[in-house]
């Protein structure tokens, strides 16, 4: 089955406790992405991939690292986390094409509270 | 990245269809309409997109007006598991696959 996956799915954690949140996708896809959803104001983008070894900022990147080793992974580290970081986490997917209609596959989520 | 304007909330019940507007005055020429929803405790996913032409697909149909200031998205029979919100983006071509979620509408279905 194609699919998104997140782990871990909750985390509880202390502020300054290093922690990653891996991402994994089945599907070969290029492309990948962490939003990070908060009430109020819908997903906003934290860091992007568009393959191997290139990774970019998205709009909310401070406090928060990426990498691509590999296609299929891309994981989320919060070298010093702080309370402002506890949000819903949400990777995403999709193949990259010359076009603006690729539909991107989200995993189910990883909710993060920072104590 | 033009914005979009969608109701807070809409309500419907179960299979009567739904419409779910979207006014988006200031898209540009080559902007895609894209619509996502988010089921309660889910990710995002994929619903529809079109660009000037009426789209359907098993999910959904999109109407897009004329001018293309505004579209609307019908679930031409709603059941339960349309409980969610919606979610309507506008997407240029050759952007970075960046996808801007407002505050999309929560819809609800009655039995």
């Known amino acids: 089955e194609a699919q998104v996956t997140q782990n871990p799915r909750y985390l509880i954690t202390v502020t300054g406790k290093k922690l990653t949140v891996t991402c994994s996708q089945n599907m070969n896809h290029e492309y990948m992405s962490w939003y990070r959803q908060d009430p109020g104001l819908g997903l906003r983008q934290i860091y992007y991939?568009?393959?191997?070894?290139?990774?970019d900022k998205g709009d909310v990147p401070e406090g928060y690292k990426v990498s691509r080793k590999e296609k299929r992974n891309f994981p989320l580290i919060l070298e010093s986390p702080s309370p402002n970081q506890t949000s819903l986490y949400f990777c995403?997917?999709?193949?990259?094409?010359?076009?603006?209609?690729?539909?991107?596959?989200f995993g189910p989520g990883t909710r993060l509270t920072v104590l | 990245d033009a914005k979009t304007t969608q109701p807070n909330s809409m309500e419907s019940n179960e299979e009567e269809p739904v419409h779910l507007p979207c006014n988006h005055s200031?898209?540009?020429?080559?902007?895609?309409i894209h619509w996502y929803r988010q089921l309660p405790s889910q990710g995002p996913e994929y619903v529809i997109h079109g660009l000037t032409s009426n789209v359907n697909n098993r999910m959904a149909s999109l109407a897009i007006a004329e001018d293309r200031k505004s579209s609307t998205l019908i679930l031409h029979r709603a059941t339960l598991r349309d409980a969610a919100v919606y979610y309507c983006i506008l997407r240029a071509p050759y952007n970075t696959d960046k996808l801007i979620f407002g505050t999309g509408t929560r819809l609800q279905v009655f039995p």
């Open positions: 995403a997917s999709s193949i990259l094409t010359s076009g603006s209609y690729n539909e991107q596959f």
């Open positions: 200031t898209i540009s020429g080559t902007d895609y």
């Open positions: 991939s568009m393959n191997v070894e290139v990774t």
